[in-house]
């Protein structure tokens, strides 16, 4: 991995998933919030940037694969109910931030890893849960909302569980 890039690649998501996850947080609270579509400008751009320099992050396919599913999600919301599910599912974006900003500082650990736990692993497979049973959600949102439910945990199970030294 580059050094450099991957400190700009940090710097542009510490400065705009706060952004994105705050337009969701307003987006679930119920107010009329852009999160669809500042969802589909922030994963094109972060997709080329990983595509055109993959160095700078340490798994790039695996970060093209979430940015994939991620558009398909957003591109598939077109009801403001559906709508509703985006800005749920993007509040991830949270966690993702505190996890880049526990590379430079340890300060952050304890709210990385209550971030982590409470929305990959709590609140993922309750708006699924609540997808299914208060409906209507499209084919295409059930499925890549279930492939987001399953990618957190099988990345949780890697964290708890993985060797040490690849722990998330």
């Known amino acids: 991995m580059h050094a450099a890039r991957a400190w700009w690649h940090d710097v542009f998501n510490l400065t705009t998933l706060p952004l994105l996850a705050s337009t969701a947080a307003a987006g679930v609270a119920g107010y ?3 999160t669809r579509k500042a969802m589909l400008v922030y994963v094109a751009l972060d997709a080329l940037w990983v595509a055109a320099l993959p160095d700078s992050v340490g798994s790039p396919g695996t ?3 979430h940015h994939a599913c991620a ?3 957003a591109y598939a919301a077109a009801t403001p109910r559906q709508a509703w599910w985006v800005s749920a599912y993007v509040l991830v974006e ?3 931030a505190a996890l880049i900003l526990k590379r430079y500082t340890s300060r ?6 209550a971030l982590w736990y409470g ?3 709590m609140w993922y497979p309750y708006i699924w849960y609540k ?3 208060e409906g209507p959600i499209t084919p295409a949102i059930f499925a890549t909302s279930t492939a987001m439910v399953a990618v ?3 990345f949780t199970y890697k964290r708890m569980y993985g060797p040490r030294w690849k722990r998330i």
């Open 131 to 133: 997808g299914i049973t």
């Open 119 to 121: 929305i990959r692993c």
């Open 71 to 73: 558009w398909a999600l």
């Open 94 to 96: 949270f966690s993702t």
């Open 108 to 113: 952050v650990r304890a709210l990385e890893a």
């Open 152 to 154: 957190q945990l099988y």
């Open 63 to 65: 970060i093209l694969a």
């Open 32 to 34: 009329d919030a852009p």
